[in-house]
């Protein structure tokens, strides 16, 4: 049963930055394009930036030039690093498969406001 676990959300004020983490568990991980994907209240889940192997990464234009999306196969592991952060970008922070085939974990919440 693949798990994953997301952290690293919180509270922060317009112009800031937060770095999101995620571990996998029980998949064959560096197998897999990972992405990041976000929800916001009374919206559907969205898919914000996604990574292959190396550098190969896409972003959705709202996000471009403020995350960086990244992932350590030695530990699972897939990076969300934001920047700039805008009171728009206020949601719960899901990762998931490119083409999302595990369960979901419970995400972490990030809240972007003065």
């Known amino acids: 049963q693949v798990q994953l676990v997301e952290s690293g959300g919180g509270l922060v004020q317009p112009g800031g930055s937060l770095r999101l983490s995620c571990a996998a568990s029980?998949?064959?991980?560096?197998?897999?394009?990972m992405g990041w994907y976000r929800q916001a209240p009374g919206k559907q889940r969205e898919l914000v930036a996604t990574i292959q192997d190396g550098d190969n990464t896409n972003y959705i234009d709202s996000v471009k030039g403020r995350f960086t999306i990244s992932r350590d196969n030695a530990r699972k592991t897939v990076y969300l690093q934001m920047n700039s952060l805008k009171p728009e970008d206020t949601a719960v922070y899901y990762c998931?498969?490119?083409?999302?085939?595990?369960?979901w974990g419970q995400g972490t919440q990030v809240t972007v406001s003065s």
């Open positions: 998931n498969a490119a083409k999302p085939i595990w369960p």
């Open positions: 029980g998949t064959i991980f560096r197998f897999y394009a």
